[in-house]
């Protein structure tokens, strides 16, 4: 079975960091792209971060140096390590490899 599940999220105040996992199975981690997502309340779903299968990573802009996407393809895990978190970066991430999504971590950050 397909699957990616997610873990990580939490409440932290402005300024706090969270790492989010992403532990996927059902197919070949190391040959897919792994983009980490998210979505807050009454906006659309916008892509955060992205890896490649040889490690090249993209950001949102209003993310760069805060935000630092990694995998370790021995655990078949995509991370996401947020930084100086702001109360903008209060969503539902979900994590995201071509037709499969998890089912999301909530992020909530206090100001």
């Known amino acids: 079975q397909v699957q990616l599940v997610e873990s990580g999220g939490g409440l932290v105040q402005s300024g706090g960091s969270l790492r989010l996992s992403c532990v996927a199975s059902?197919?070949?981690?190391?040959?897919?792209?792994m983009t980490w997502y998210r979505q807050a309340p009454g906006k659309q779903r916008e892509l955060v971060a992205s890896?490649?299968?040889?490690?090249?990573?993209k950001y949102l802009d209003s993310v760069k140096g805060r935000f630092t996407i990694s995998r370790d393809n021995a655990k078949n895990t995509v991370y996401l390590r947020m930084n100086n978190l702001k109360p903008e970066d209060t969503a539902e991430y979900y994590c995201?490899?071509?037709?499969?999504w998890g089912q999301g971590t909530q992020v909530t950050v206090s100001s």
């Open positions: 890896i490649t299968t040889r490690g090249t990573t």
């Open positions: 995201n490899s071509a037709a499969v």
């Open positions: 059902g197919f070949t981690f190391r040959f897919a792209e």
